[in-house]
Antibody, heavy 116, light 107 residues
Framework: QVRLQESGPGLVKPSETLSLTCTVS????????WSWIRQPPGKGLEWIGY???????SYNPSLKSRVTISVDTSKNQFSLKLTSVTAADTAVYYC??????????WGQGYLVTVSS | DSQMTQSPSSVSASVGDRVTITCRAS??????LAWYQQKPGKAPKLLIY???ILQSGVPSRFSGSGSGTDFTLTISSLQPEDFATYYC?????????FGPGTKVDIK
């Protein structure tokens, strides 16, 4: 069974960098695409970007200037960095597997609050 | 971007009812459309991909149809565990985008 687990600081100060890691078990991170998706409290879903095993990435243009997604194949993990955060970046952040066009396995979600 | 809209935004229904949710894309996305179910405090769950392909383990009362810009998700006989919010998502045009959601609640 594929499992994904997000981890990282749950509280980030405005203007600082949000950093999250997704640990994958039950599958090799060298296969498929791996995405980050977020959901502000009470709102809808926003795709942030993905990484493929070679390190190829694609980002949502709305966040592209602030986002970096990287992969550590030795740990079967991929990570998200979002710089210069504001309160608008407060959300539940999900990592998910993308076999090609849909997200079939998701992490449980991780609430990150941006506040001083 | 391909903007996604859903209707209705919410629907009240009873157990056993047939429920249909519509998703519309602002551009032709062929059949690159997925549907998800989300319950409060939980991650979304994939129901359908490729507009009409049922994800493994998903009950057959869920079905999807459509192509191009207009899509539907149908629940043939609503069960108590189906009360949730449903999202469509397109994967044909970057960036991937989701619809705003349709909440199905108890009548």
């Amino acid at each position: 069974q594929v499992r994904l687990q997000e981890s990282g600081p749950g509280l980030v100060k405005p203007s600082e960098t949000l950093s999250l890691t997704c640990t994958v078990s039950g599958d090799s991170i060298s296969s498929y695409y791996w995405s980050w998706i977020r959901q502000p409290p009470g709102k809808g879903l926003e795709w942030i970007g993905y990484i493929y095993n070679s390190g190829s990435t694609s980002y949502n243009p709305s966040l592209k200037s602030r986002v970096t997604i990287s992969v550590d194949t030795s740990k079967n993990q991929f990570s998200l960095k979002l710089t210069s955060v504001t309160a608008a970046d407060t959300a539940v952040y999900y990592c998910a597997r993308d076999p090609g066009s849909e997200f079939d396995f998701w992490g449980q979600g991780y609430l990150v609050t941006v506040s001083s | 971007d391909s903007q996604m809209t859903q209707s209705p935004s919410s629907v009240s229904a009873s157990v056993g009812d047939r429920v249909t949710i519509t998703c519309r894309a602002s551009q032709d996305i062929s059949s690159w459309l997925a549907w998800y179910q989300q319950k409060p405090g939980k991650a979304p769950k994939l129901l359908i991909y490729g507009a009409s392909i049922l994800q493994s383990g998903v009950p057959s009362r869920f079905s999807g149809s459509g192509s191009g810009t207009d899509f539907t998700l149908t629940i043939s006989s609503l069960q108590p565990e189906d009360f949730a919010t449903y999202y469509c998502q397109q994967a044909n045009i970057f960036p991937f985008t989701f619809g705003p959601g349709t909440k199905v609640d108890i009548k």
